[in-house]
């Protein structure tokens, strides 16, 4: 707890000039299974928010992306696969903070009695995953440096309780997902990663948010970035502490969000030309497989203005 206590002190030193002008604004944010919120909750940075902040909870990146394009809510966290679908797809959204992360927790996964061993054991089976999603770029990543194709295998695109009902029954052989799913399934079900993102996905990730909240809302949403940065500094330093808390908050046994969190390690970092040249290989990875017809160009879709938020945030 001193440990604690001393990490978010930090955190909140950084943030000792947030500006005045965020009083009175309310940031409608929507999250993926409380991925943002518990984190910034267990480091203690939504204490003392100067606007009030809704949240709103989404299975998975594709509805939140949705949501944000009907303009339901103002930003939210969501993976560099999904996030190219929306932009090329019209959603008026950006990236303001981008996300590095290891990806060890990004996996297809088979059931513990599967005989497959490798993602080539799968040539012909059916993996569940939902479309558009980083599990579905993780899935064609892998085909690639196994010199496969799409008609290799089956894909059932499914939300992700729908998925791990499919391959617990056995109606799918494997599934391709993230983190939680992947730590949950690992430590519950005894489920097995069989490949994982890890060298093959850039492993990116954004906090985006909506055009019309970047010039109506930018003092809170830069608070809110430098919060996130602090979170994730202090999440990083104490892993069994932020293990706890989030168990806590999410209702799940502690050996889930340990599991996950001792193998990730993330960074909140400014979206620059690196990032943009890495949302841009994803993005013609859809492409080259025909799942991307609309011209993307990545440098279009990031907003790199709030890397002083960041900067001041991650201390």
């Known amino acids: 707890m001193i440990r604690r206590r001393h990490a978010v002190g930090l955190g909140l030193a950084a943030l000792a000039m947030r500006p005045a002008r965020a009083a009175g604004i309310t940031l409608r944010m929507g999250d993926q299974r409380g991925n943002v919120q518990a984190m910034m909750k267990a480091a203690g940075l939504l204490e003392g928010v100067p606007y009030r902040i809704e949240w709103s909870e989404f299975a998975a990146a594709a509805p939140l992306a949705e949501a944000m394009n009907a303009g339901a809510i103002d930003g939210g966290n969501i ?12 959603a008026p959204i950006r990236g303001i903070a981008a996300r590095r992360s290891s990806q060890q927790g990004l996996a297809v996964l088979v ?3 599967s005989p497959a061993k490798s993602f080539a054991d799968l040539r012909g089976k059916r993996i569940a995953t939902g479309r558009g999603s980083i599990g579905h770029y993780l899935i064609l990543a892998a085909l690639e ?26 109606a799918v052989d494997a599934w391709s997902t993230w983190e939680p799913y992947t730590s949950q399934a690992e430590v519950l079900e005894g489920a097995r990663r069989v490949v994982t993102g890890e060298g093959i996905t850039p492993g990116l990730g954004f906090q985006a948010a909506t055009v019309s909240a970047i010039a109506e809302k930018r003092p809170a949403l830069e608070d809110f970035v430098r919060r996130l940065a ?3 500094r202090w999440a990083d330093n104490n892993t069994d502490a932020y293990a706890a808390q989030w168990a806590k908050l999410m209702g799940f046994p502690e050996s889930v969000p340990h599991l996950w969190f001792t193998r990730t390690r993330e960074s909140i970092v400014t979206p620059d030309a690196t990032v943009a040249t890495d949302l841009q290989r994803v993005a013609d990875t859809y492409s080259r497989t025909g799942l991307l017809r609309s011209p993307f160009t990545a440098t279009t879709v990031l907003d790199a203005t709030f890397a002083g938020a960041i900067r001041a945030g991650s201390g």
């Open 79 to 90: 993976g560099d696969a999904p996030f190219v679908f929306a932009a090329a797809g019209g």
């Open 145 to 170: 440096a196994n010199h496969m194709t799409t008609a290799d295998v089956q894909l059932a695109f499914l939300l992700p309780a729908d998925a791990k009902t499919a391959m617990s029954s056995g």
């Open 111 to 113: 059931r513990g009695v």
């Open 230 to 232: 602090a979170a994730r």
